[in-house]
T-cell receptor, first 112, second 112 residues
Framework: DVKVTQSSRYLVKRTGEKVFLECVQD?????MFWYRQDPGLGLRLIYF???????EKGDIPEGYSVSREKKERFSLILESASTNQTSMYLC???????????FGPGTRLTVL | KQEVTQIPAALSVPEGENLVLNCSFT??????LQWFRQDPGKGLTSLLL?????REQTSGRLNASLDKSSGRSTLYIAASQPGDSATYLC???????????FGRGTSLIVHP
């Protein structure tokens, strides 16, 4: 069964901490994405990557960075966490073609 | 920029009813349209994918249609059940891009 996994389901961090969210897929997909989901705002794209070491900004990249050193792994980094980054973070991957996006289970991040 | 709108935002129906959820998008140059289901606190599960050259897709009690020229899709759920209670999201990606843009979803409650 194909799968996208995320390192944590729930995470609590302090303001100013550096936070790493990890996403791993086992489907050999080229394209990977990070979204955040907030009530009333829906899913918003933070960053995406279409190949190893390649990254592109999405709609809301401020305060975030990403890393993709291996094809199967896409990491989201909060350099200095702030309370307005409290959210549900969803990772997804897509094969380059007419295929469905596969999502991970999400990480609920709370920044105190 | 592609905008995706879902109507209604919320829906509560008795078990057994047939339902129609609506999705509209502003740019008709789409590659795929996908319908997802999201249970509370969980990731997204792909339900149906309609390629731009297709008119509809069916899976069990679900049928999704696509009218690209008018920028609309509908998700039809037959004989609804309490287990169908979830949020349903529509996403489209533009030609030349694999990035899904999401609507804000329809929150469905099916009561016994």
């Amino acid at each position: 069964d194909v799968k996208v996994t995320q390192s944590s389901r729930y995470l609590v961090k302090r303001t100013g901490e550096k936070v790493f969210l990890e996403c791993v897929q086992d489907m050999d997909h080229e394209n990977m994405f990070w979204y955040r989901q907030d009530p009333g705002l829906g899913l918003r794209l933070i960053y995406f990557s279409y190949d190893v070491k390649m990254k592109e900004k999405g709609d809301i990249p401020e305060g975030y960075s990403v890393s993709r050193e291996k094809k199967e792994r896409f990491s989201l980094i909060l350099e200095s966490a702030s309370t307005n980054q409290t959210s549900m973070y969803l990772c997804a991957s897509i094969y380059s073609g007419r295929s469905s996006a596969v999502f991970g289970p999400g990480t609920r991040l709370t920044v105190l | 920029k592609q905008e995706v709108t879902q109507i209604p935002a919320a829906l509560s129906v008795p078990e057994g009813e047939n339902l129609v959820l609506n999705c509209s998008f502003t740019d008709s140059a789409i590659y795929n349209l996908q319908w997802f289901r999201q249970d509370p606190g969980k990731g997204l599960t792909s339900l149906l994918l309609i390629q731009s050259s297709q008119r509809e897709q069916t899976s069990g009690r679900l049928n999704a249609s696509l009218d690209k020229s008018s920028g609309r899709s509908t998700l039809y759920i037959a004989a609804s059940q309490p287990g169908d209670s979830a949020t349903y999201l529509c996403a489209v990606d533009l030609v030349g891009s694999y990035i899904p843009t999401f609507g804000r979803g329809t929150s469905l409650i099916v009561h016994p």
